[in-house]
């Protein structure tokens, strides 16, 4: 439990134990599910926790609201890292209310069961807890389409749900000015690419929606509170949904053997000695796929290389394709090497699904067949040319 303002606590948890967020997105430094108390007149709690911590965060809660009930529950997000202790809060506190849009009740009820005590409210109601007023804005698909976020007009503070939000558990404190931005950049950067990256226009929609509100503190349901940084943090996820990228490229390939690895390499050694800065190698069998996504989304470059397979991609190099063409990735070069001992597919492959996407490619690719004997430095340095001046 840790004190925001003199009447909003912190009460949220650090989760170093779980390995893969959603079961899919790995967690080099866990995650935190932040929530946090509200005590006014009325003492509101603003989203839950993942269920595994409900014992912890009641405790919290205790202390935050001085041993006085809960009167409401603001559920901003129903995923249920949020939503996980929404029923043993209210079996703790069977009078409080649950507060949320017409989708969150639904879900409400089918996630738990729970039908009564549900205060339903739209976009732009208010709620009074005393001194505080707090205003609800939809903001849907930020991730899910129930989303909303909640404003407190006397704190400006602003309970932003998974929007501004990052992986990495709070190490020692809560707010910014006890936790560097800079330390937890790139798993914000890593978590809005793999979670909220789909949702680049809800997320500029809610931007420009927000964008009046005098605020002072972001209190997101994911990584530290935002208060000397708002200015940084709101500029990350104004970029990242708008796909805004830095010179630079990410060289991801699939290799069976070592040879279109190797093709990789040079390719990569030549962008650098064309200019290119930033450059990222991934071997897509066994990096870890969030750092890729991230870097994709850092970067306007994208050089992907893959064996023909069974007559098509490399299976890895084509789960990457579908992951960006998920999140609609605009606004990336894209250069394609394919690889093949008898019969020709990669690159047919790659072709077909970048005109699908509306994808940018070079003009120009490289074909190897069996190894790189049959490759020619002048084709390397062609492609490393066109792909330099393009980016
Ligand atoms: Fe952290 Fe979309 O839940």
Redesign the pocket.
């Known amino acids: 439990m840790k004190k925001i303002t003199d009447t909003i606590f912190y009460v949220g948890v650090n989760d170093r134990v779980t390995h893969l967020?959603?079961r899919l997105w790995s967690l080099h430094r866990g995650?935190s599910?932040n929530s946090y108390v509200i005590a006014d007149e009325k003492v509101a709690v603003v989203d839950t926790v993942e269920v595994a911590y409900a014992s912890a965060f009641m405790q919290n809660i205790e202390k935050a609201a001085g041993g006085r009930p809960v009167d409401y529950l603001i559920v901003n997000?129903?995923?249920?890292?949020?939503s996980g202790s929404i029923a043993a809060l209210r079996q703790r506190y069977p009078q409080m209310q649950i507060v949320g849009n017409a989708k969150t009740l639904q879900m409400i009820k089918g996630y738990y069961g729970i039908c009564e005590n549900l205060l339903e409210v739209s976009d732009g109601s208010t709620l009074s807890l005393g001194s505080e007023t707090l205003t609800f804005y939809l903001a849907p698909m930020v991730?899910?389409p129930e989303?909303m976020v909640t404003y407190g007009s006397v704190a400006k503070i602003l309970f932003s749900?998974?929007a501004f939000?990052c992986f990495g558990a709070l190490d020692g404190g809560v707010t910014d000015e006890e936790l560097a931005f800079e330390d937890y950049y790139d798993e914000m950067v890593r978590y809005y690419a793999c979670?909220?990256g789909k949702y680049g226009a809800p997320v500029q929609k809610a931007l420009q929606r927000l964008a009046p509100l005098p605020i002072e503190i972001i209190a997101a349901?994911?990584g530290p509170v935002w208060k000397r940084s708002i200015g940084k943090v709101v500029k990350v996820y104004d970029e990242l949904s708008r796909y805004a990228a830095q010179r630079g490229a990410v060289v991801a390939y699939g290799s069976m053997y070592g040879n279109t690895a190797g093709l990789c390499e040079e390719i990569a050694c030549r962008l650098r000695e064309k200019g290119v800065e930033k450059i990222k190698i991934y071997d897509l069998s066994s990096a870890d796929i969030s750092e890729v996504l991230r870097d994709i989304f850092l970067y306007r470059g994208l050089v992907i290389a893959s064996p023909t397979y069974n007559n098509e991609l490399f299976p890895p190099v084509r789960e990457l394709l579908e992951k960006i063409s998920e999140r609609t990735v605009k606004g990336r070069l894209f250069g394609f090497a394919g690889s093949y001992t008898w019969a020709s597919a990669a690159l047919k492959r790659f072709a077909e699904k970048a005109e699908k996407c509306g994808w940018e490619t070079l003009p120009c690719s490289i074909e190897m067949k069996q190894s790189s004997l049959s490759v020619t430095d002048e084709q390397i340095d062609a492609f490393a040319t066109a792909f330099s001046e393009t980016l």
């Open positions: 967020f959603e995650v599910y997000h129903m995923e249920p890292d949020h991730h899910w989303t749900g998974d939000g979670i909220v349901t994911h």
